[in-house]
């Protein structure tokens, strides 16, 4: 009875030790994810990620595991993507919820792997510093399948780890599973499972048995690809030619760059924490850590940093070997080797003094609280669609030129399901590089309407496409300017109207440049004549002349200067009751633009509506309008096409207010 009240006092601590380092792990997973978020929030996609999105709208699972067949990635990840977004919807939050909890996952693998390993504080450091890395603050957090494929590379480390150890029939599954899941989220997974392969045999002494065992498993995974095989070399071989377009060389350069994408910041804390956790005995630390099944294994204590410094080693090897068939290696790629680098990194925190250690904590947060370091550029796909839609209409054109067809697949996308209006494939038209056309087929859903020459035929198809639509936009990426002859056919049908920027003048985004075109209406010719210099070429109420009471009415009005205006002037759109007295009005610039800009000879055209009064009676309103100075708010004389002079403002039409 004393033996048993002993024990209770034993068990009593440990589990409530525990409960304590189990919320210690929650609260910094959610504070980590919640960092994460943040610095997403109102973020736009990235091209890749536009891609992924845009792919999971446009095609069932069956179709996305034929397009993937295309592409040098396994369809798996697109599936669970395919799925996500039509549970969740295509928005930005919502779709990178799915990352969100592939990272949870990641976080808690990586601690258990790191408690098996080492131990519990060494499993929460672990989780912190892989959570504060910029490198995976970045990729793990974008709807991309890296924080699925880092998931994958520490949890098939783990459960392979406790079948060296159990070689149970639950486990041995365990491991097939996750093999199998790995190399279907990313083609970095095969390296992952053979770099896995190349551990086993260096830290695993001979025993006939076992290395049947560990082959039956390695095979299994192995012939779960094999149907993929042939899709795979294709697209390496055959449709990428020499591998990833935007994969980095074998040389130096290439290393220090990613050595630097994927290192803890301050970059000097990063570094010393990183070789003496390389160099720093394991058995120093835990001298009392024995487990029976270390008998089976070369290094002797050393093994566990053995286990997790070898697949870094050898996944870096087999790149780097790969690369000189086919470009793979990029650092978001390399994501695989985080998981293992930190837990390094966390043995050397380890050691610190408790002060050294809060120290280096408040070091390392500072940048990943302060900071969002961005390692690739997307573009301003939410500003373009919000700019677009204060006009954008179902019959408009969209012709969009960029030279790659990376740059199309997110602005497609954006014309196609963030505006208030649809659009279809036959509603837009790129403009291409040559040397890109096979990669099209990589669109989601591919674009039909494509120039590439800029021939007679190209041209011919430019004016078909265009047509007699009332409004053109034009989405120009890099000011590659290969539209400009195409554009320049149109000089005389329409005029552009509206035009917004991006990354001309900031580094936030690559340059994006949108111009809104107008058709110039058939019927343009002088209406009225303000001040000898502004005429009134035309004018359209958007809307019939009965009206009701709160109704807001829409007008379009082309205008003209015969010379460079001296100064600026205010247009003002008014109705007025029969003796004239306004009633309601609208100023501001007309065309929305300060006139001592204008050219002559150059059609504006100004947009603007005016509301009519809830509580004005029944009856018959003129329609006025007006320019009067900026400055001095003097009234502009009117005057007819003829000359004869005109009374007040300009008069349009007569509503009838019911």
Known sequence: MQVWAENMVE???????????????????????????VKFDGRNYRQDEAWAVDGAIENSVAETVQWMARNIHPPGWRVVVDVWVELV??????????????????????????????????????????????????????????????????????VFLRWLNRRDFITALLVVLFGIGTIYTHFYGLLVIAAQALLFITLVRWNRALYLRAAGLFALIALSFVAWVIPFLHAVVVRTGSGVAYGLPNNFDSLLLIHRQMQLRPLAIGELLLLAGIIMPVMR??????????????????????????????????????????????????????????????????????????????????????????????????EIAAFMAQTVEADDRIFIEAPLVWQHIPLAYTMRQRLPVKFDNDDLMHIIQPA???????????????????????????????????????????????????L?????????????????????FPDHIVTEYRRIPDDVHERYRFDALYSLQSWTLRDDVTVQPCQTIALESWWQVDAAPPANVSMTL????????????????????YTETWQPARLYLDERTLTIPCDLPPGEYPLLTGLYDLETVETLPVTLPDG???????YLTTLIVE
């Open 11 to 37: 068990v009593a601590p440990r589990k409530t030790n525990t409960l304590l380092i189990m919320l210690a792990f929650v609260l910094l997973t959610l504070a980590l994810l919640a960092i994460h978020t």
């Open 89 to 158: 919807g295509h928005y930005e939050p919502a779709t990178r919820h799915l990352s969100t909890l592939y990272t949870a996952l990641t976080f808690a693998l990586l601690f258990r792997l790191a408690v098996d390993l080492f131990d519990r504080e060494v499993g929460l450091l672990a989780v912190f510093i892989l959570g504060t890395l910029a490198a995976f603050t970045f990729f793990g957090h974008e709807i991309r399948p890296y924080s699925a494929l880092a998931a994958g590379a520490v949890g098939f480390q783990l």
């Open 285 to 382: 630390i835990f001298p009392q850590r024995h487990e029976a099944h270390e008998t089976r294994l070369r290094f002797g204590g050393e093994w566990r940093k053995v286990y997790v410094l070898l697949p870094p080693v050898f996944v870096l090897s087999l790149a780097i070997i790969g690369n000189t068939v086919a470009a793979n290696i990029t650092s978001r790629n390399l994501i695989v080797i985080l998981p293992s680098l930190v837990m390094v990194v966390a043995l050397a925190f380890k050691v610190f003094p408790r002060p050294v250690q809060a120290v280096v904590i408040v070091l390392l947060l500072q940048p990943a609280l302060t900071n969002f370091r961005t390692f690739i550029a997307n573009g301003p796909y939410q």
């Open 436 to 486: 890109q056309r096979k990669l099209v087929d990589n669109m989601p859903d591919p674009a039909h309407n494509v120039i590439w020459r800029r021939d007679e035929a190209d041209v011919a198809r430019f004016l078909n496409f265009v047509g007699e639509t009332e409004r053109l936009w034009h989405i120009e990426v890099d000011q590659w300017q290969r539209g400009d002859r195409l």
């Open 488 to 508: 320049a056919l149109l000089d005389e049908t329409y005029v552009p109207v509206r035009s917004a920027d991006w990354g001309i003048h900031d580094a936030q």
């Open 574 to 593: 008014v109705l007025v009751d029969a003796n004239g007295i306004g009633i309601v009005n609208t100023d501001g610039t007309p065309a929305d633009s």
């Open 644 to 650: 004869s002079p005109v009374v007040g403002h300009a």
